[in-house]
């Protein structure tokens, strides 16, 4: 939703400037700042990062993803590379979000066991 507010905010056209096509009207993608797909991809890659255990290739790999997805939305012509710069700091922004209500595997057991309680009215 930040995205697609800013978008509407910013209102910057693509550096190709040719009409938007039908899927894009759908996908309500029309504008070009700041780059959804750059700002999925990286918020994606540090969640994945921050909760699984993976070898430094796939680290790697999972790095190197995130920036391709950027450079392809410049190359394709869909976004300026100040569109993917902003798309990834967004990114990081609403992977900080998104932590800062991450709740860990003992406190999500903790408050379903509260709803296991049996709770005598009293008479």
Known sequence: MTVAGMQKLVKRKG??????GLLDYLAMDIYSF???????AVMVCKFLLN???LA??????LY?????VGVSRVLLGK????????????????FSLVE???LDSATCQTLISFGTFRWTPLV
């Open 15 to 20: 550096p190709w400037d040719y009409p938007p």
């Open 34 to 40: 700041p780059a959804a797909h750059a700002s999925r």
């Open 51 to 53: 909760h699984l255990v």
């Open 56 to 61: 430094v290739p796939l680290r790697i790999l």
């Open 64 to 68: 190197l993803w995130a920036f391709l």
């Open 79 to 94: 976004h300026h590379l100040s569109d993917v710069g902003c798309g990834f700091a967004l990114g990081f922004l609403h």
């Open 100 to 102: 800062s209500v991450w």
